[in-house]
Structure formats: structure tokens, C-alpha cells
């Protein structure tokens, strides 16, 4: 059986407890106090001894055992009371409603109980006629079951588990249909956590747009959207498809949104990829022409046996790529593909270089800043590629600054 359970009074009856045997003591002290004649040779400190110490102030796990204990009798206490609701519901003690279900069945209920549980009933019993010393009320379009669950709940805040399961659907319908928001928040959550499949997922949907759940909404247009093959194969998605064309194209239209934010995702995923590349170049450009790295040595000094290691990924293809460079000979208009490409690296590189009098990369300074390119075109792409390539350099530095704090 599972209950809504509620904050209780009688938890606090400890701590009134402790209060007032603390209030009799320094009630005694004062009147010992004054009752008792003081002598002239007492000192004012004397005359404080007397007053008792405060108490010392709880620890955390001096709180954690309190609340654990209060939990407990707090919940040993409502499963009583509800207990007490069941059976005042089971038994129809005194009870002065019949309400009529579609099986021709009645549920015995008290007046008092359902008109303060829901503004609905309330006034449904209050239209009612009397027969034979009952107000009769009827409630149609669920199974006598559903509808017994839904009359128990409004007695002692408890369903049980097996019930809602069942009757899930017919539960939200009748907490929404009759204002009983303590149970369509009970029945959401439990579609929520467990309750929620590929078979039933079109039908909640429907549901939850009708009875003003946008959350559980939302989980079944993205469970649908995971899974929409075996969804729209599904019995469910056949009957709404004739039932509710507008819902079915509202779907596959958020079906074809989802899709292209996951290929420009992926798209994006790549471009950061080719960036992350570039940026990785031209370090590695800069580390080789001012620091040489295995086979190339700088122009300035020799590279020991230490500096023929590289921790730059990108150091091995960009090497022979330049060795390529500088040694091609190949007699093809705007040299071999290779050459293009390391061409196209320089260029970058140019036009990243904050000092180009100082940088020793080849032909960073007397080549590529005196023929930029005349066409507005090229000119905005290669701005914006540098752009991006430089923006990518400040996210590297920022995640480089974070991982030592996040180790």
C-alpha cells in the first residue's frame, strides 16, 4: 500500500516535553532566588552559580537520529490513521452516498469526506436528490475497479501499487476530471518513473495534453522521437493516426526537427574537430621553427638528445609535410597537393602571428602579409577561419586551466 504522507504535530511533543521540565527549573532557580535571603558578604559571582548552565547545542548526527526517529513514529502514527480511513471506507460505517458505476455496482462513501477531498464532488452532491436517506452520484467511463481506487484514495491518501498500475490512465482522467490533485500528481510520477512504455506512450501522450501534464508531455514526445520505429508500428500510434491526423503530423514534424538539430550537432562536432586540428598545427608549426623536433633542427641551435621526443600529436605529419615543402621540386602549376596544403598552413599561420618580425616560421613575415588576397571573398573566409581557429585556442586554455582544479 503505498500513502502521501504529511507533516504530524505529535513530533514536536518531546521537545514540549523538554521545554517545560527546562521552564520548571529556572522557574525554581528564580524563586529560590529571591525567597532565600542574600548574605552581605556573597559576591555577585557567587549568586550566578546558582543558575543552571544552558544546555549544549545538538551535533549534526545528534539531528540526523532525531529526524530519523521522528520519521518513523510519524509514519508508524498515519499508517495507523490510515488504516482507520481504509477501513471507515471498506465498511461504509454511517455512510450516506451511493455512488453508481457502470457495472450496475454501487460504492458506499460519506458526503462529508468526498466534498472535502474535491470541489467537484462537492457539488455534485449538492445538485443530488436524496433516495431512501442517499445522495446518489455516479461515475462512468472507467472499470468498477478504477473507480473503487479512486474513492479509497479519497479517504486515506492511499493506493495500492497494483492498482495503479492497471488503471494508471483511468486514475489521471479521474484526478484531473475531479480536481483530486494530490492523486494526478501521484499517478504522473509514477508514469514518470516506471510506468511509461513504447506500448502505452500514445495514449498517455493524449492524455497528458488533455489533463494539463506538460512534463509527462514532453517525456513522450522524446521517448516517441528515441524509439519511433517500434512506436509507430504500435497499436496505439494506428488508432491515433485515424482518430488524431493533426497530432500525427505535429509528431513526425518534431520527428524531422529532432533530426536535423542531431545532423547540425554532428556537423558542428566536426567543424570543432577540423579547428581543434588546426590549432594543433600551428603549434606544432611554431614548436618545429622555433624549437626544431626530431629531424628538423632550428636555425639557431642544435637539438639534443632529449628535444628528439615530441609531445605535439600533430608534429609527425606536419614534419614530413614540411620537409615535403621545402624540397618539392614537382613541376605542376601551384605545386602538388602537398604543397598546397602546407601553403594553406603557412598562410594561417601569417595571419594568426602576432610578431611576425620575430617568428621564425617559414614565410610568416616577408610573403603571405604582402599579397594578402583581393577578393572580398577569400578575404572573409580566411577572417573567419582565423576567427575560429583562434576561438578554439581560448577554449583549449580554458579547459588546460580547469583540469588541474578538477584532478
Given amino acids: 500500500m503505498a500513502c502521501l504522507y504529511f507533516e504530524s504535530p505529535q513530533l514536536f511533543s518531546k ?6 521540565s527546562f521552564d520548571q527549573q529556572f522557574e525554581d532557580s528564580i524563586s529560590a532566588e529571591f525567597l532565600t535571603e542574600p548574605d552581605a558578604s556573597t559576591s555577585y559571582l557567587s549568586n550566578n552559580v546558582n543558575i543552571p548552565k544552558p544546555p549544549p547545542l545538538p551535533t549534526a548526527s545528534y539531528r540526523k537520529t532525531n529526524i530519523s526517529k521522528r520519521v518513523t513514529s510519524c509514519n508508524c502514527v498515519l499508517y495507523e490513521t490510515s488504516h482507520a480511513w481504509d477501513r471507515l471506507f471498506t465498511e461504509g460505517y454511517h455512510a450516506d452516498v451511493h455512488v453508481l458505476i457502470d457495472d450496475k455496482g454501487i460504492i458506499l462513501a460519506h458526503s462529508n469526506i468526498l466534498g472535502i477531498s474535491s470541489s467537484v464532488l462537492r457539488s455534485m452532491l449538492e445538485r443530488s436528490k436524496v433516495k431512501e436517506g442517499f445522495r446518489c452520484i455516479k461515475i462512468h467511463g472507467v472499470p468498477s475497479e478504477a473507480a473503487r481506487a479512486f474513492v479509497r484514495f479519497l479517504y486515506s491518501s492511499c493506493y495500492d501499487p497494483e492498482d495503479m498500475k492497471r488503471f494508471v490512465l483511468h486514475l489521471l482522467v479521474l484526478s484531473h476530471s475531479f480536481a483530486v490533485a494530490s492523486l494526478k500528481r501521484a499517478c504522473i510520477s509514477e508514469l514518470e518513473r516506471s510506468l511509461l512504455t513504447t506500448d502505452n506512450v500514445v495514449d498517455v501522450l493524449q492524455l497528458a495534453r488533455k489533463c494539463d501534464a506538460p512534463r509527462l508531455s514532453l517525456m513522450c514526445i522524446r521517448l516517441i522521437i528515441k524509439d519511433f520505429k517500434t512506436i509507430s508500428a504500435s497499436e496505439g500510434w494506428k488508432v491515433m493516426k485515424h482518430t488524431n491526423p493533426s497530432l500525427e503530423q505535429e509528431l513526425l514534424e518534431s520527428l524531422v526537427e529532432a533530426d536535423s538539430k542531431l545532423q547540425e550537432k554532428g556537423k558542428r562536432i566536426e567543424e570543432r574537430k577540423v579547428y581543434v586540428q ?25 637539438l639534443n638528445d632529449s628535444q628528439r621526443t615530441c609531445n605535439y600529436p600533430a608534429c609527425k605529419v606536419l614534419e614530413s609535410l614540411l620537409r615535403h615543402f621545402l624540397g618539392c621540386k614537382a613541376q605542376v602549376p601551384g605545386g602538388c597537393q602537398h604543397c598546397k596544403r602546407m601553403r594553406q598552413l603557412l598562410e594561417l599561420h601569417s595571419r594568426m602571428c602576432a610578431e611576425p618580425d620575430l617568428c621564425k616560421v617559414p614565410l610568416c613575415s616577408r610573403h603571405f602579409k604582402d599579397k ?30 580547469w583540469r588541474p582544479l578538477i584532478a
Avoid at 15 to 20: A, F, L, T
Avoid at 281 to 299: F, K, Q, V, Y
Avoid at 384 to 397: E, N, P, Q
Fill in 278 to 302: 588546426l590549432y594543433e598545427a600551428m603549434e606544432a608549426l611554431l614548436h618545429i621553427s622555433r624549437d626544431g623536433c626530431r629531424t628538423i633542427e632550428p636555425r639557431d641551435k642544435i
Fill in 372 to 401: 594578402m588576397h583581393p577578393n572580398k571573398k577569400e578575404e572573409a573566409m580566411w577572417n573567419t577561419l582565423v576567427r575560429k581557429v583562434m576561438a578554439t585556442k581560448g577554449t583549449i586554455s580554458s579547459i588546460s586551466a
Fill in 15 to 20: 521537545h514540549q516535553s523538554y521545554d517545560d
